[in-house]
């Protein structure tokens, strides 16, 4: 999807030229994928800009990092402060919200650990990730031939750089063989999450999830999305999925920042969609949670100013 730019971009403490942004070409990152970064979302909200669970994406970025031996030079709300100062400094509210923590120039090799840590967020508006249709009609998933990485190959917990090339490969083969989105499967043949997003099936209106031992990431939507729909008494399991489960769904939905709540129309060309009655209530109720327009959920939201 095509980068709108705003005025700023956040780097290493300052507040730079959106195209004076520019790193090395011999920056380690670039070519071993040791970086970690993270995806977060800001809207427009009575009380102006807010920003969805801004803490708490910012704590798993540092979880992230942890895991990959590196230690950003602010703490964790240095880092939220930053995001604050950049949606400030360039007047914008609805955005999606762009953090890297990654090793800078000077050194090469496969050990990672003289290398420099960095830093940089970025923000600019950024529309549905999966296309506007997509919250009415559905998205049209296929189980991809590619499996998820496994905690003892490249750690599906963390957000790192390197490991979305397992993201990307299923995301191709999805998009060549003509689908939108691709569900993967842990190498045990569970069904793990997409490219991008955690999955959710409905069935006899009960709600389940892969759990986090599938492999799939520790979704900051899926998580207020399971909290939001026991606050709405629905039975929400973290439980083992199997491709079936999919294919016989009443109902099946992906949640993610950049995708937000979105329909799954068909797996593997088996209708499971467009929207029920259950993924729609969500959707709704998602709407409302991250414009701050629903009270329970207010401390999820990070005011600007
Ligand atoms: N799974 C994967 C593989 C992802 O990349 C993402 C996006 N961060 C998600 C799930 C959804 O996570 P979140 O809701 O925190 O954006």
Known sequence: MPITPTK????????????????????????YGWAVFEGIRAYETPNGPGVF?????????????KIYCMEPDIPVEGSVQAVKD???ANEIATCYIRPLVYLGYGEIGLNPLPSKVRMSIACWPWGAYLGEEAFETGVRAMVSSWRRLDNN??????????????????????????????????AHGYVSDGTGENVFVVRDGVISTPPAHAGCLGGITRDSIIQVARDLDYEVRETELVR???YLADEAFFTGTAAEVVPVREVDDRVVGPAGPITRRLMEAFHNVVRGKDDRYKDWVELVR
């Not at 998009?175 to 842990?186: H, P, Q, R, T, W």
């Open 53 to 65: 669970r801004l803490t708490d994406h910012m704590k798993r970025l540092y979880r992230s990092a």
């Open 153 to 186: 190959m490249i750690p599906p917990q963390a957000k790192a750089c390197g490991q979305y090339l397992n993201s990307s490969l299923a995301k191709v083969e999805a998009v060549k063989a003509g689908y939108d989105e691709a569900i993967l499967l842990n």
């Open 86 to 88: 950049l949606i400030a």
């Open 244 to 246: 079936t489960d999919l």
């Open 8 to 31: 700023k971009i956040w780097m290493d403490g300052e507040l730079v030229d959106w195209e004076d942004a520019n790193i090395h070409v011999l920056t380690h990152s670039l070519h």
